[in-house]
Nanobody, 123 residues
Framework: QGELVESGGGLVQPGGSLRLSCVAS????????MGWFRQAPGKEREFVAG????????DYAESVKGRFTISREYANNTVYLQMNSLKHEDTAVYYC????????????????GGRGTQVTVSS
């Protein structure tokens, strides 16, 4: 059974940076697309960023383009989300997700999902 464990969340001031990590186990990381979603209080979960299994394709929500970067490290079965120039509206619980196909993952119907890590942007 696949498992995803997120870490790296916390409290940061507006304009600051955070890097989230997600370690995958129980499934072949090298053959799965990886991605990040977030859910703010009172809002639906939304796609943030995704990367294909090969690493060649990246996809971002318009709201984070130019500020967030997704990357993956195959040796450690880890996917990262580097978040820069953080804004109040980035406050949410961030979830890691995996699926064989990026086009499926970004719809929210992914195969595996983590439990989330809280990111709070506040002065």
């Amino acid at each position: 059974q696949g498992e995803l464990v997120e870490s790296g969340g916390g409290l940061v001031q507006p304009g600051g940076s955070l890097r989230l990590s997600c370690v995958a186990s129980g499934h072949d990381f090298s053959r799965y697309a990886m991605g990040w979603f977030r859910q703010a209080p009172g809002k639906e979960r939304e796609f943030v960023a995704g990367m294909s299994w090969s690493g060649f394709t990246e996809d971002y929500a318009e709201s984070v383009k130019g500020r967030f970067t997704i990357s993956r490290e195959y040796a450690n079965n880890t996917v990262y989300l580097q978040m820069n120039s953080l804004k109040h509206e980035d406050t949410a619980v961030y979830y890691c997700a995996s699926d064989k196909w990026l086009r499926v993952l970004r719809t929210g119907t992914y195969e595996y999902g983590g439990r989330g890590t809280q990111v709070t942007v506040s002065s």
